[in-house]
């Protein structure tokens, strides 16, 4: 190619895949060079490069940078291009970190222009902004005896200065390039660029789960229901981020900035987010930080509503509560200190670069989908802009929660109207109650908090678990059990009983019993007892080792029918047809999934009827936190009727295998 005339190759615009290249900016005399040797120095070469721009020019010119200097203004945006072209390539996929011009003083005219070329805006994806105060950088121009510095008044340097600062942040917001000016400590420095060279979206999201995951686990019973609140203008009438800078400046210059950055083509995106996490670091070191939002959360005064909630579904151990935010987490983690119930509701939000992670749209809407995978539980969303949207549309209950008309947010109700054209089917909370409607009630039903149907809905348990282990008539009952010398017609007895023990101890008082009218001994009529509905229970006894325990519990249920069966797929319609309770009977519950499989085929040939798991063993890793049978109780409800609890993962082979003993089977191919 003829430098003379140089053309931008359409194919070679920039890398093919794009390295992260940090610029170092700032005037000339600001210290560039100087803290680039400092970071190589605290970082190493490792898993970052290091490179002088200008030595960049000198290495791929023809001539040097002798030669570049000579050359047309044209000509030298080209190998401008070249350059930042070949340290990108350079990184191999690693960090590469350059210090490089914004403007530089044309020494005609002594008038400082842009130098920056269409490449560097493709290429960078950081630039840090190096501010030194603009009487330092004349004493460092004037004592510089390698360069040939032409003399700039003071005042003309911090002009150069300012207007670079606000050309930059423009073009950066342009182009998807993070801006900050520098800190003034290295330390931090060397933080911010650690950070730039591992955090990606991919990242990001991962941080995010695991913080989730840190949040649902915290509690001690299976999360049966997981509430994901959004924060400003959900459970407060305020924004803590305007808050904040208010606090900051005393007006609102700081927010203009961060408003004007969610209006680039940045918009609501992982960059704007992290970009707007660099405007709170350049701003505030963490203990500044951290006195702003106390600030901010003395003055946050949550809905009552949204107390009282709170503080009634917290007591409920299946139930978690997680405040998802894409505003200031510390914030709203002093508030809820505030109000006791810190260690209650955990809080997923960014504001520092310490946090490890930013919260956008996507990320709530990615969290609700790794809820939904991997507990199997209700999630609940309650937001109020259309930011919440990705989160509502993908929970299984949304809640929309709209504050009065003067505060909430302007765009929710088009962004509301086009997600319920997708399918988005949720309710509005209305706080306080006399706030005007979103949309109408007939897309938008109304709510409340407080509603009777809402609150039974969550805190009735869809998983429980009823057993006897270490009572004396366990202790009588499981011994013939487990002693290897009982078998045959004298173990079938053994489980018979203790099928029978669990429908009087337990069962009746599960599912509940009725009055009817019976002949006294005496000769009068007087009041007996039996068990509600008996006749529209189907009792499943899953062959071989159910098989005595079905019938024990049958003994006492005399009017329910009895279904014998040893494959989920031998229970048909016609079994259930007038049933309102299943009980599935078997001698041992070792992983679950067998059990499993039968409630699948249950629930999936009538879902409304109540299911009930009565065994003799029932191993504790099937019934923990994150076994099969709570995560498969969040579809219709799933009670655990045993014996006994047992920590023995062994599973029989022959001679110990339950239905072999039972019917005296063990030495039979």
Same mark, same amino acid.
């Given at each position: ?56 020019? /000198? ?79 004349? =004493? ?19 002009? %150069? ?7 930059? =942040? ?26 730039? $060279? ?22 001690? @019973? ?8 959004? @924060? ?5 009438? *305020? #924004?803590?981020?305007?808050?904040? %800078? ?5 007006? !609102? +210059? ?35 930080? #951290? ?40 914030? %709203?983690?002093? *508030? ?8 209650? *509701? ?13 919260? !956008?749209?996507?990320? +709530? ?14 999630? %609940? ?43 988005? $089917?949720?309710? $509005? ?12 009630? !007939? ?25 006897? !282990? ?12 487990? /002693? ?7 173990? =079938? ?36 007892? =039996? ?21 024990? *519990? ?36 070792? /992983? ?26 029932? $191993? ?21 009727? @045993? ?20 019917? /005296? ?5």
């Amino acid at each position: 190619m003829d430098p003379a005339e140089p053309k931008l190759d359409p194919t070679d615009q920039h890398p093919p895949a794009k390295s992260t290249v940090i610029g170092i900016y700032g005037i000339p005399g600001a210290g560039k060079s100087y803290l680039l040797k400092q970071l190589r120095e605290r970082l190493g070469t490792q898993t970052f490069s290091f490179y002088e721009g200008s030595e960049a020019i /000198n290495t791929i010119t023809p001539g040097g940078l002798s030669a570049f200097k000579e050359m047309s203004g044209r000509d030298k945006r080209y190998w401008r291009g070249q350059a930042i072209e070949y340290i990108a390539k350079g990184g191999s996929g690693g960090t590469a970190i350059v210090t490089g011009h914004f403007m530089l003083s044309d020494h005609a005219s002594q008038q400082p222009a842009s130098v920056m070329t269409t490449r560097d805006l493709k290429t960078y994806t950081h630039i840090l902004y190096l501010d030194t105060p603009a009487d330092v950088v004349y =004493r460092r121009r004037e004592d510089d005896a390698e360069r040939d510095r032409p003399r700039i008044p003071i005042a003309q340097l911090g002009e %150069w200065s300012y207007h670079e600062k606000g050309e930059l =942040r423009k073009l950066c917001l342009k182009h998807n390039i993070m801006f900050m000016v520098m800190p003034d400590s290295l330390p931090r420095i060397v933080l911010l660029l650690q950070d730039f $060279q591992r955090h990606d979206e991919y990242h990001n999201q991962k941080v995010a789960d695991e913080c989730l995951v840190e949040a649902v686990s915290a509690g001690k @019973a299976y999360p049966e229901h997981v509430l994901l609140f959004d @924060a400003d203008k959900t459970m407060a009438p *305020v #924004d803590t981020g305007l808050e904040f %800078w208010k606090h900051y400046d005393g007006a !609102t +210059k700081s927010w203009d900035t961060l408003v004007e950055l969610f209006d680039s083509p940045l918009v609501y995106s992982y960059s704007g987010f992290k970009q707007a996490t660099l405007l709170y670091e350049q701003a505030t070191d963490d203990d500044r930080y #951290d006195e702003l939002c106390q600030r901010v959360a003395s003055a946050t005064k949550l809905y009552p509503e949204i107390t009282s909630f709170f503080r009634r579904v917290v007591r409920c151990d299946h139930i978690r509560i997680v405040v998802v935010t894409c505003g200031l987490r510390l914030v %709203w983690e002093k *508030v809820l200190a505030r109000e006791g119930l810190a260690d209650a *509701v955990k809080v997923i939000g960014g504001g520092r670069i310490s946090d490890g992670y930013v919260v !956008t749209p996507r990320v +709530k809407g990615d969290l609700v989908e790794r809820l939904k995978t991997d507990y199997h539980g209700q999630v %609940w969303a309650f937001g109020d802009s259309s930011l919440d949207i990705e989160m509502l549309s993908k929970a299984h209950h949304a809640i929309v929660v709209v504050g009065d008309g003067y505060s909430r947010s302007r765009n929710m109700d088009a962004a509301l109207q086009k997600a319920i054209e997708k399918g988005l $089917q949720a309710r $509005q909370v209305l706080l306080p109650g006399t706030a005007p409607l979103r949309l109408n009630t !007939t897309v938008l039903p109304v709510t409340r908090l407080d509603d009777p149907v809402l609150i039974e809905t969550l805190v009735a348990v869809k998983f429980k678990l009823i057993h006897a !282990t270490g009572k004396s008539a366990t202790k009588l009952l499981q011994t013939p059990m487990r /002693n290897a010398a009982v078998q045959g017609p004298s173990l =079938r007895k053994a489980h018979h009983q203790v099928g029978w023990y669990l429908a009087f101890e337990y069962l009746a008082d599960l599912l509940g019993v009725e009055e009817y009218r019976i002949a006294h001994v005496q000769g009068q009529m007087t009041i007996g007892h =039996r068990l509600a509905n008996e006749e529209r229970m189907l009792i499943i006894g899953l062959m071989r080792g159910g098989l005595s325990m079905a019938l024990g *519990v049958n003994n006492v249920f005399g009017h329910a029918s009895l279904l014998l069966v040893s494959k989920p797929e031998e229970v048909h319609l016609d079994h259930l047809q007038g049933k309102t309770i299943v009980l599935l009977v078997d001698s041992v519950v070792n /992983n679950g999934k067998t059990v499993a499989e039968f409630f699948t085929r249950v629930r999936g040939l009538k879902g409304d009827v109540r299911i009930v798991v009565v065994a003799g063993v029932v $191993q504790a890793q099937a019934v923990g936190r994150d076994g099969p049978l709570p995560a498969i109780a969040q579809d219709g409800g799933l009670t655990v009727v @045993a014996l006994r609890l047992s920590i023995n993962r062994y599973t029989g082979t022959r001679g110990t295998d339950t239905g072999n003993r039972l019917f /005296n089977t063990m030495d039979l191919p």
